[in-house]
């Protein structure tokens, strides 16, 4: 008998390797090849849905409440999809402090207010103690499509540029220095919502398709582009916006940036000819001053990302795989 | 001179005209060779193989097996690195047993294990001390804590290896040509030079200690291209902290207290006289296999190749599991387990378009 593991949640390969199999038990002909942040419904709909858990609960630069409404609506705007509503499911463990719930509410309020999304439905549930832990938020939010295309991996082309929007990985290392008691000033989740940040790229004719880089982080984003839209990645260690902060904690770790979770970081592909001006408008925007060209799309090595390093070598960008876990030496 | 490193390693090569092997005898240079591209840049004449770096990998499977049994005995709880947990034993992980209802605890330090006991008196907390010269001590002075506090509920499965002996199996061993050791800096500061003199001495193998950065490593594998061009084997660090020929004489005392040298069995390498790290008679009380009257384990052999891969005789690739029974997903071997396991580095880094 085979039983999940840890690693089957943390969005590299083994995460997606069981996103297919469930998707096979409702589409036995076979799930579709590329798996984007969200569906783009022939009725004219953006759809989505994510479930969250973190611990510690609140961290620097934010708390699952908020995470929760980011984590949603960033997967609309990355397909093009304003959000207009929102379904929120919560899971409380008995003996959980009402107080602490919301608190937790009031910043998925928050995050709601700014965007003008409206809470339509919703379901509580409180299960006996020990049957889970503490407090997990699923949102479902969906909204309107505002580009006629439907952005997507499968339209990427050689020569395309990709951008990105912040540092690698300033989700992930908050966390993980959160719970290994790390000290780390000045570091903080860049959990937001990212539709200011991208809505004016919506009316680029060459916006190919955006990812933010959430489970698995940077690496794992451009990974599954590169395997779902057949195309080779190639990408430039020295042009990676950088965070001193991530980099420490990332190295006391043995941890990768790459493969940290961003919650309110993006990667861009666009169409040579539109990349000067996206990125212009990137770095206008008010979380997109550190945004930068990265790399391109390249037919020399399908379905591989290739990294140029900072000392001048090569190397493969692949899909992680389990759990991350901090290294021994 | 050109002023590129591959500029500089391509000029190494034809100064050298001929082909060397040089090992690398450290998971974190494995893994960060590939990471900053210094093996792209390598020119034909010099190959880099893995030794027997990684001290998951090198944990052999009948040690894993006492961890595992430690884990699901009732009331543990075991606390572990977290490159221990998908480490395949005779039968499952760590993670697994975590999964089946094991307390297993990922931490990031020794001290770490020690307050999880301190604050759960009632539970006898177990901590699965794996590494080399450079974890040891660590352990060491947990053990000396835990004696001077007079904690009852912790004790250590200690799995800790040496890295001289291993060196030595591979020197003397006839079917194996290496022209140098690229050594750990990091194992030199704590053991200094001398325990690694006996190679260029005894075998007149040629040893660079070197950092982890691009720049280091390639320095290490120059004064090694030096050493050979110059047929003049020595121990020289290029490690930008100072290696002290003596070492860290306090790291080394602490280890000395608390441990003694003992026959240990390395995974794929066999067993070897003074390669593992026993705790002394006087820490008994905390030794985990004493402890909990740990049985013996059966030795179950497996078609993985590790023993040739952690010896260098073969490149990952050339092991008839490498990406297809045995991948990261599924690990047949701990080399493929460990993100520092040279297969699982080749898998991760060395397919599609770097090689």
New interface residues.
Partial sequence: MS?????HGSGG??SG?LARRIACAFAPEGPPQEMEDCALLPEGWGVTLDGFTVTPRTFPGGNLGKLAVCGAVNDLAVRGVRPRYLCLGVIAEEGFPEDELMEHMASAAEVCAELHLRLVAGDTKVVPRGTADGLFLTTCAWGTPQRPDALGMTRLRPGDVLLLTGAPGRHGATIAAAR?GLDAPGLESDCAPLGALLEPLYDLPGLRCMRDCTRGGVGTALGEWAEGGGV?LEIREVDLPRSPEVEDVAQL??L?PLYLACEGTAVVAVAPEDAPEALARLRRSLRGGASAPIGVVTD??P??V???????????V?LP???L????? | MTETLEGRLGELGRVLGRRVTFMEVCGTHTVELFRTGVRSMLPREIRLISGPGCPVCVTDQRDIDAALFLARLPGVIFTTYGDMLRVPGSRGSLGDARGEGADVRVITSAAQALEGARQTPCREVVFCAVGFETTAPATAAVLLEARRQGIKNFSVLSLHKRVPPALELLASAPDLAVDGFLLPGHVGVILGEEPFRFLPEKFGVPCALAGFEAEEMAAGIAELGRQVILRAPAVRSVYPRAVRPEGNPRARSLMEEVFSPARAPWRGLGEMASSGLALREDFSPFDARRRFDLPPFPFVSTPCACGAVLSGRIDPPECPLFGTSCTPVSPVGPCMVSGEGSCAAHHRFGRGWAE
């Avoid at chain 1, 039983?3 to 690693?7: D, E, K, M, N, P």
């Avoid at chain 1, 876990?325 to 030496?329: E, G, H, N, S």
């Fill in positions: 039983l999940l593991t840890l690693g390969r083994l390797d290994y080779g770790l043995g990768d020399r090595h379905r591989w290739g990294l140029r390093t900072r000392a001048g070598g090569t190397r493969v692949d795989v389990g759990e876990l901090p290294r021994i030496c």
